[in-house]
């Protein structure tokens, strides 16, 4: 799912969170399939075009979707590089160096970290402290740090805790499936983060299939016989100006 970043939605998303917030921040969802990708990727484009440079890390190691376009291997850069090359190497022994990376959900090429593959260096980076200083040297370079985390509510021995990722950030934002995740999983999902100490800014609210009022009654009126036309433009007419349809609940 690709949200393109000008969507008004986005616009609210980022002017509250990454307009007035830390410079860190975590996207977590209760569930996978939530848009969490497609998220972080919308409010990385958004930060840039804002004129600050931004890092998307794929932390979400239950279905890594970001790709790297470089192919950058870190053990082919040796300390006799030059000071430039060698600052991107941070951490390089747990995460590869920053690179420009892609998503198979969304076209943009964002500068970004790709998800670690050695169980090893996974769980160096459940240890608290590690994904702090990671954090701390990355953000010496870069104005924004964006991570796209694994599902809170998916347990799994090859997973970076979400709520380890957030608490190590400034903030958080929770984007919740509307019509697909029940109210005990984002309950659940709430309830551990407060329990990591990680900043729950706010809740994002994906309606991609759950689709407004409006929508359902435009949607109904195209199923009227060709024999209803001038009825079925008076009814589009009149729901498109409706007043009481257009206001956000």
């Not at 998800?115 to 240890?127: F, G």
């Not at 029940?182 to 994906?206: I, T, Y």
């Not at 016989?225 to 433009?233: E, I, K, M, Q, T």
Request: negative net charge; charged residues 15%; hydrophobic residues 40%.
């Amino acid at each position: 799912m690709n949200i393109p970043y000008q969507n008004i939605e986005i616009e609210q998303v980022y002017s509250q969170v990454l307009g007035t917030t830390g410079r860190s921040i975590a996207v977590c969802a209760a569930d996978s399939g939530e848009g969490v990708t497609s998220l972080a990727f919308a409010l990385a484009q958004r930060n840039l075009l804002a004129g600050h440079s931004t890092l998307l890390v794929d932390l979400n190691l239950y279905r890594p979707a970001i790709q790297s376009l470089l192919s950058i291997d870190n053990r082919s850069l040796s300390r006799s590089d030059s000071r430039e090359v060698t600052t991107q190497l941070i951490n390089s022994e747990l995460l590869t160096a920053p690179q420009l990376i892609s998503s198979s959900e969304s076209p943009i090429v964002l500068t970004g970290i790709t998800a670690p593959l050695k169980r090893e260096n996974i769980i160096k980076l459940r240890q608290p402290g590690t994904l702090e200083q990671c954090i701390s040297t990355w953000l010496e370079h870069y104005d924004t740090v964006i991570l796209d985390t694994s599902p809170v509510n998916r347990i799994n021995a090859q997973n970076i805790p979400a709520e380890r990722a957030a608490a190590a950030c400034d903030g958080a934002v929770l984007i919740v499936l509307a019509g697909h995740t029940n109210q005990a999983a984002v309950s659940g999902a709430v309830n551990k983060l407060n329990r990591a100490g990680a900043q729950l800014l706010g809740c994002v609210l994906n309606d991609r299939d759950n689709p407004s009022l409006k929508n359902e009654l435009l949607r109904e009126t195209e199923r009227l016989p060709a024999l209803f036309s001038r009825l079925s433009c008076s009814l589009k007419t009149f729901l498109v100006n409706n007043p009481l349809l257009t206001l956000e609940i």
